[in-house]
């Protein structure tokens, strides 16, 4: 009967003890730790992990071009105020190839001519690895990058849509794309100077992680302030992207 009883007591210690972590989480009100749920019900990576760790396998959503597509014009930039005097910051993520993107360049250019002294525009190609289109956004964001370096980006990033979205050329080479600029005035020798810069090499190994730095999806993408953002799909098409980033800017305080 006492080895009985003595059982019993052990049995229900061990089973206090092992119960004790579940309840006192249970106490201190915290539910057990979970990754974030993505749209899909997917679990995504906490924070402090490695952009590495978290490679998406398809590419980001685009949208296919409305049946009749005007073409891009070219946009003039507007008189810039000292950046240092701008309150808010607007990323834009993009790609050439992309449909959409290419309908809200002459929107978004329009949109920051009438924010230039309140708002910075930075544009960010965009370069999703494992994607089917690494290679070429990568080509991509390197001939941005490399318009960039020469300051010839605000005179020619319509027509670099142009050219790949109606006139279809390539220019994911340093061959074609050196051609290209050059067709557009660009020096040629200064091109391939900049295209092989080491500036330009770090700008096109940053891209991915700026792209998943601010957790794009879709394109284009355009992030206010680190925080708010819009997307075609976000506010009803591309047409509406412009009043959408008017609202974010609005609700953002200044920095």
């Known amino acids: 009967m006492k080895s009985l009883l003595r059982t019993t007591v052990l049995l229900a210690v061990a089973g206090g003890l092992l119960a004790a972590p579940a309840a006192a989480e249970a106490a201190s009100g915290l539910a057990p730790s979970r990754l974030p749920l993505g749209p899909a019900g997917q679990q995504l990576p906490s924070l402090g992990s490695q952009f590495g760790a978290a490679r998406p396998s398809a590419p980001t959503q685009q949208h296919a071009p409305s ?37 809200l ?21 965009a370069v999703w690895p494992g ?26 990033q319509a027509a670099v849509f142009r050219a790949v979205r109606e006139q279809h050329a390539g220019l994911t080479t340093e061959q074609a794309a050196a051609d290209w ?21 770090r700008a096109v190994q940053d891209a991915p992680k700026l792209f998943a730095q601010d957790q794009v999806t879709e394109l284009p993408t355009v992030v206010v302030d680190g925080t708010g953002r819009t997307s075609p799909t976000r506010a009803g ?10 609202q974010l800017v609005a609700e953002q305080p200044a920095r």
Do not use: I, N
């Not at 089917?132 to 390197?142: I, K, N, S, T």
């Open 105 to 125: 360049e002459q929107p978004l250019t329009r949109w920051a001519a009438r924010h230039q002294a309140d708002v910075t525009l930075r544009r960010v190609p």
């Open 67 to 103: 049946p009749a597509v005007a073409p891009l014009e070219q946009a003039v930039p507007p008189a810039a105020a000292p950046k240092s005097q701008r309150a808010h910051e607007a990323v834009e993520f993009f790609w050439y190839d992309c449909a959409h993107s290419a309908l």
């Open 237 to 246: 098409g591309v047409d509406g992207m412009p009043a959408a980033l008017d």
């Open 181 to 201: 600029a050059a067709g557009q005035g660009v020096d040629a020798a200064e091109f391939r100077a900049a295209y092989r810069s080491a500036e330009v090499d």
């Open 131 to 156: 994607s089917p289109d690494e290679a070429e956004q990568r080509a991509h964001a390197r001939l941005f990058y490399t318009l960039d370096r020469l300051g010839e980006v605000d005179r020619l």
